[in-house]
């Protein structure tokens, strides 16, 4: 799988989710309720991301001499790693988050766009568009 594969599905499933929650903002509270009351739920959802970063950076890392699309892959990995270990690591600081979002979803739908736009704009780089 080449680098451009992983951008174009990387770009597409954040495009997918983001439009998504753009349609129904109020989605993000229930999620977060479930989540917050479910331990198991919240351990997977840190190793999930985490196995899929520490893959990326395996199968990607960076070096010297490495081209745009296979360092944007590694940092997209990084990203997953960071976000893996923070859910991890840092879980009362993420229940906190979590609460903010069960509570109030005023900047859900301004967060969700700017998801949208950068995996819209993923899709395009993996297609060469841009």
């Given at each position: 799988?080449?680098?451009?594969?992983?951008?174009?599905?990387?770009?597409?499933?954040?495009?997918?989710?983001?439009?998504?929650?753009?349609?129904?903002?109020?989605?993000?509270?229930?999620?977060?309720?479930?989540?917050?009351?479910?331990?198991?739920?919240?351990?997977?959802?840190?190793?999930?991301?985490?196995?899929?970063?520490l893959t990326i950076i395996g199968l990607y890392p960076p070096h010297a001499q490495?081209?745009?699309?296979?360092?944007?892959v590694a940092y997209l990995g990084c990203i997953f790693f960071i976000i893996g270990?923070?859910?991890?690591?840092?879980?009362?600081?993420?229940?906190?988050?979590?609460?903010?979002?069960?509570?109030?979803?005023?900047?859900?739908?301004?967060?969700?766009?700017?998801?949208?736009?950068?995996?819209?704009?993923?899709?395009?780089?993996?297609?060469?568009?841009?």
């Open positions: 799988m080449t680098s451009l594969t992983l951008i174009i599905l990387f770009g597409t499933f954040l495009s997918i989710l983001s439009l998504k929650f753009v349609i129904e903002p109020e989605e993000v509270k229930a999620i977060a309720k479930d989540l917050i009351h479910n331990h198991g739920l919240m351990l997977m959802a840190g190793i999930i991301p985490l196995l899929i970063g490495t081209q745009t699309p296979d360092l944007i270990s923070f859910r991890l690591l840092c879980r009362n600081m993420w229940i906190k988050l979590l609460r903010t979002y069960s509570v109030e979803v005023k900047h859900t739908r301004i967060i969700m766009i700017i998801g949208l736009i950068v995996g819209l704009t993923l899709v395009a780089f993996g297609l060469e568009i841009i």
